[in-house]
Structure formats: structure tokens, C-alpha cells
T-cell receptor, first 114, second 109 residues
Framework: NAGVTQTPKFQVLKTGQSMTLQCAQD?????MYWYRQDPGMGLRLIYY???????DKGEVPNGYNVSRLNKREFSLRLESAAPSQTSVYFC?????????????FGPGTRLTVL | AQRVTQPEKLLSVFKGAPVELKCNYS??????LFWYVQYSRQRLQLLLR??SRESIKGFTADLNKGETSFHLKKPFAQEEDSAMYYC???????????FGQGTRLTINP
């Protein structure tokens, strides 16, 4: 099993351009998450999807949109990229049951906005 | 509000020395707490969780509700422990984690 996969691995955008980051998991997990990782700021939740068909804002949702395409896939879209969105983006998934379960992370996408 | 604070961005210790990574949290209920680790060129992965009360790779962490802390400890550091460590909190009924700012641990030979 590949676990959580993300594409692309690297991307350079110009200010104002748009792009979609793709994420897929093959563990049949219900919940999926998008984080950004910035030096000194740790991991911050952008959006999450507790189950197929639902999405919710996290701590830093401004400038992003998400789509839970099906149980496997959860995409993150930047409509008009800004330099402040330069970051490493991680997707994660988990099987939330009665008690919290482990989150499994993808390899990350390193995005630079010029 | 849920908050996790890791006061040390960088921590450097010598091989064989004890290591302690600090984590303090703010949450009014009964939290679930975790330590995640990211080794160089590897994915972020779960190291341990307080519910399990386990020792992983020689690391332990005890939840102290009085001090609202969940510090990660290892009595004898090894070079392969060099990594980025994140403390994380899950509040009751929440289906998401709140992460701290992370501590980069470097073990010197």
C-alpha cells in the first residue's frame, strides 16, 4: 500500500496563478486533512474533511479551497497564489472512531510563490 | 481554545546525555496528547500517545494534568534521534489535531 500520496512534490508559481494540490489515500480512512508547515509556526491545519461529503475550516483557511472528491481523494486549491502561501503542504488521513486514531501523513509538496 | 506550546525551537545535546523536549497545552477538558516525529527526508509519523503509556525508541512522555504538560524524555540520546518533534493535542470529540510549533533536536557525537 502506498499510504498517503501527494502530487506534485515541488511547484513554483507566480503571484496570482492558481493550482491544485492533489492527495489520495488507500487506507480506506474516513478523515483527511491539509496542513501547512512553516518555520517557527509548526503545522497548521488549513482544512479538513471528517468524512466523505463534508469539509470544515481549520486554523488558516483564507486563500484556500478544498474538495473531497470521494473517500480516497482530497484536493487543495489556491485560486490566486500569494507569496505568503510559500510553504510545505502536507496531507494526512485517519480513521476516526470512538477515540482518536493515528494520522498518517503524505510526503509533502514544497510550494514557492514568487 | 486549544493550544500547544513547545518553548524550544532548537535543542542540541550530546550523544549519551539525557534529553527532554517540553510541551505545554491549554485545554479545559481531558485531552489526548501525542508526539509526532519527522526524521530527515521521511514523513511525519506518530512517535507515541499518552493513552498507550508506552516507551517507543527509548522515549517516554507523561501527561501531567496539574502542570498541563506532556514532556518527551529519553535518558540516553542517540544520534539517530536527531529530528523535528511535534507535540499535538486532540480535544474531546474533535476530529482534528492541534500541533505545537515543533522542536528541532540535534544530537551531537
Amino acid at each position: 500500500n502506498a499510504g498517503v500520496t501527494q502530487t506534485p512534490k515541488f511547484q513554483v508559481l507566480k503571484t496570482g496563478q492558481s493550482m491544485t494540490l492533489q492527495c489520495a489515500q488507500d487506507m480506506n480512512h474516513n478523515s483527511m486533512y491539509w496542513y501547512r508547515q512553516d518555520p517557527g509556526m509548526g503545522l497548521r491545519l488549513i482544512y479538513y474533511s471528517a468524512s466523505e461529503g463534508t469539509t470544515d475550516k481549520g486554523e488558516v483557511p483564507n486563500g484556500y479551497n478544498v474538495s473531497r472528491l470521494n473517500k480516497r481523494e482530497f484536493s487543495l486549491r489556491l485560486e490566486s497564489a500569494a507569496p505568503s502561501q510559500t510553504s510545505v503542504y502536507f496531507c494526512a488521513s485517519s480513521e476516526y472512531a470512538v477515540s482518536y486514531n493515528e494520522q498518517f501523513f503524505g510526503p509533502g509538496t514544497r510550494l514557492t510563490v514568487l | 481554545a486549544q493550544r500547544v506550546t513547545q518553548p524550544e525551537k532548537l535543542l542540541s545535546v550530546f550523544k549519551g546525555a539525557p534529553v527532554e523536549l517540553k510541551c505545554n497545552y491549554s485545554y479545559s477538558g481531558s485531552p489526548e496528547l501525542f508526539w509526532y516525529v519527522q526524521y530527515s527526508r521521511q514523513r511525519l509519523q506518530l512517535l507515541l500517545r499518552h493513552i498507550s503509556r508506552e516507551s517507543i525508541k527509548g522515549f517516554t512522555a507523561d501527561l501531567n494534568k496539574g502542570e498541563t504538560s506532556f514532556h518527551l524524555k529519553k535518558p540516553f540520546a542517540q544520534e539517530e534521534d536527531s529530528a523535528m518533534y511535534y507535540c499535538a493535542l486532540n480535544g474531546q470529540g474533535a476530529q482534528k489535531l492541534v500541533f505545537g510549533q515543533g522542536t528541532r533536536l540535534t544530537i551531537n557525537p
